[in-house]
């Protein structure tokens, strides 16, 4: 039976603040062995300083003692040298004192086997008259040993000194001062090491444990996400300053320029909106007016007073997807109705077909196909306008369904492509659409205080420079007193209306670079004045 292949072993990468724990663990480490070699070097230096200084003042007491000077004219001073370089030695504390002819050879040394022969090392030095030093390896090993001269009454040099310690009895000197700087060098590794894994795990909880790369990675995800959102996104801190505001928050609030450490107070925004991102309760889904759009507002706190999000939606074009909903119901149910109403017309006309009556049975059919055609080809040779030319057909077909007769007005006309590209056609149906559905209501609404059907009349030319859209209908009209808050969020003629379809027309026209004007014929009559040309509209 063969082994089943190991599975290879995947390494997880290393946090950010293992990474930083082990660099600032190599550098402490780094550090305190730095100090330690210069602390040992130091150290060293100064022990040899020291042991120079001693050999140094043994082997120049010695030379200058007159029992040593009377004793290196004589012809045998060995008996006279030898003790009392011996005394010296000990009581120096220096390993060698050798007391020699100008030639080298020992008359007094440590070992008396060595008396009678040469030295070991340079005395060419002290031969000049001069005290030089080295570190020489003699019969006791590598030592640092100084040569002096021993002069006579004339001042001529009869003899030499050396005196010395050797490497070894530095370094057992030495072995004290390095076992405590090691031992201060670990304890200082031991508290460094403890000190930045104490630090380095509070880096750990707070970055959760993830390596640099990661959270780079991280932040260019963040920032990608937050810019790239179509809901618009402000974070607050717990001063209401922003900390950031995405692309599509600074497109419905209207904001420009640099807005990081600016209160919120300072941007500008409507009192109710202000009021709403400044109140101490979250809010949910709330509806605000700006210049130019209608927004839906939710706060949420971040943490435990860290701050605030904000997340907005353009409610403009919430309301427009909604309507297309309706429109597109609105259509289905019209198509429904006039599948039975085709059914009922077809068997009609099969009936007369079966009767014999021929020719009534084609001046029926061609009746209805002509009636519809008609309205067809008025809006289709009117409005070159594809989207007004089928939103036109479409609120048409569903003013018929609930008995409101539809018309487009003599004078109306739009050429295609003679609307710019950055007026959207979603745009043009909210303010059409709109108002469309608005007169149709306020018509149906006034039936009985109007003589014949309810209408609906619609104008829709290129006026100049500018693009009108007017709708008028046989309510009861709009009082002038109502004028000014016609437009605002809320207001509204109807029992369980909502009061958003005229303050989105205002909206979007705004936005536009428009204008929207109240006034009263039969009912209301409602123009909006879009520019075909604009320079610089937000």
Known sequence: MT??????????????????????????????????????????????????????AAATAVADAPTVRAAAVRPDPTPVVQPYAEQVRRDAHVDFVTVMDTRGIRWAHRDPAQIGRPFLGHIDGALAGETTHETYSGTLGPSVRVVTPVRDDAGRVVALVSAGITVDSI????????????????????????????????????????????LSHLYDYHQATLHSVR?????????????????????????TGELEGVPAADLGLPESLLAAVLGPEPAVDEIHLTAERVVVLNTSPIGTGLGSVLTLRDHTELQSLAGELDSVRGFADALNAQTHEAANRLHAVVSLIELGRHREAVDFATAELALTQRLTDNVVGAVGEPVLAALLLGKASQAAERGVELALTGDSRIDDGVLPRDLAPRDLVTVLGNLIDNAVDAAIENAAGHPGPPEVTVTARVDGPELLLRVADTGAGIDEGAAAEVFRRGWTTKQHGRGLGLALVAQAARRNGGTVEVGRDRGAVLTVRLPLQREAVR
């Open 3 to 56: 082994a089943a292949p190991s599975r290879p072993v995947r390494r997880l990468p290393r946090s950010l603040a293992g990474q930083l724990f082990a660099v600032q663990v190599v550098i402490v480490a780094a550090v305190v062995a730095g100090g330690a070699v210069l602390a040992y070097l130091f150290t060293a230096q100064r022990a040899e300083d020291s042991a120079l200084r001693q050999v140094t």
């Open 171 to 214: 370094s057992e000197q030495l072995s004290g001062p390095v076992l405590a700087l090691v031992g201060v060098a670990a304890a200082a590794l031991v508290l460094g090491g403890l000190g930045t894994y104490l630090a380095n795990a509070r880096l750990r909880r707070h970055t959760h444990g993830m390596g640099a790369a990661e």
């Open 231 to 255: 809901e618009g996104l402000v974070l607050l801190d717990r001063g209401h300053r922003v900390v950031l505001c995405n692309d599509a928050a600074r497109e419905l609030l209207g904001l």
